[in-house]
């Protein structure tokens, strides 16, 4: 079965600073895509990255990068130039590329950003 | 993306009691999924919703407890029933857009059962 592991239940950061969130993933699968969402105190969930498994280049989203290293099932979140409003609890997530659309989500990281 | 919104936006309920979520999308999409997050906890799949099919649950989650329906490709609604406690949760729906890789969610329904 496929899991998602976020070993970093918070995390802080100066503003302007950079951080970096950890996630590994297990799955015998090689074809596949991974996110990064974001959830602050709102709840509403919102994308913050994707990456197909296919690709080599790892997924940029303006001051939001990714690391990936599919040979070690590695999935990490760089945010760069930290601001207040990136803090959130942030989630990794996997799903298949099957039909079924099925979204596996990681733990959670919180996030706080101090000024 | 999508706009999706869902109502009521929070409840607070007594025990035994139902209540039925509603999730409205602002275009039509083919599949539709309900999430539960409990407190503190991650996002756990209750159950995919297609328009013209039957719902498909996931392990631990039966219709019994959480019906769903599906009339149309732009609203969906699922109904905690027979509520206790344990169902105090934040429940989200879902939609896949465009290629379908990606989902978006609507704002969530933040439900406290006393």
């Known amino acids: 079965a496929q899991t998602v592991t976020q070993s970093q239940p918070e995390m802080s950061v100066q503003e302007a600073e950079t951080v970096t969130l950890s996630c590994t993933y297990d799955t015998s699968e090689s074809d596949y895509y991974l996110f990064w969402y974001k959830q602050p105190p709102s709840r509403q969930m919102i994308l913050v990255i994707r990456?197909?498994?296919?690709?080599?280049q790892n997924a940029t989203e303006n001051r939001f990068s990714v690391n990936f290293q599919k040979a070690a099932k590695s999935f990490s979140l760089k945010i760069s130039d930290s601001q207040l409003g990136d803090a959130a609890m942030y989630f990794c997530?996997?799903?298949?590329?099957?039909?079924?659309?099925?979204?596996?989500f990681g733990t959670g990281t919180r996030l706080q950003v101090f000024p | 993306s999508a706009v999706i919104s869902q109502k009521p936006s929070r409840d607070i309920c007594q025990r035994g009691t139902s209540l039925t979520i509603q999730c409205q999308v602002d275009?039509?999409?083919?599949?539709m999924f309900w999430y539960r997050q409990q407190p503190g906890q991650s996002l756990t799949l209750i159950a995919t919703a297609n328009q013209g099919s039957e719902a498909t649950y996931e392990s631990g989650f039966v219709i019994d407890k959480f019906p769903i329906s599906r009339p149309n490709l732009t609203f969906s609604t699922l109904t905690v029933s027979n509520m206790s406690p344990e169902d105090s949760s934040i429940y989200l729906c879902?939609?896949?857009?465009?290629?379908?890789?990606?989902?978006?969610f609507g704002p969530g329904t933040r439900l406290t059962v006393l």
């Open positions: 997530a996997y799903r298949i590329r099957d039909n079924t659309d099925k979204l596996i």
């Open positions: 990456q197909e498994a296919y690709k080599q």
């Open positions: 879902s939609v896949g857009t465009g290629d379908r890789v990606t989902q978006y």
């Open positions: 275009s039509q999409v083919t599949m």
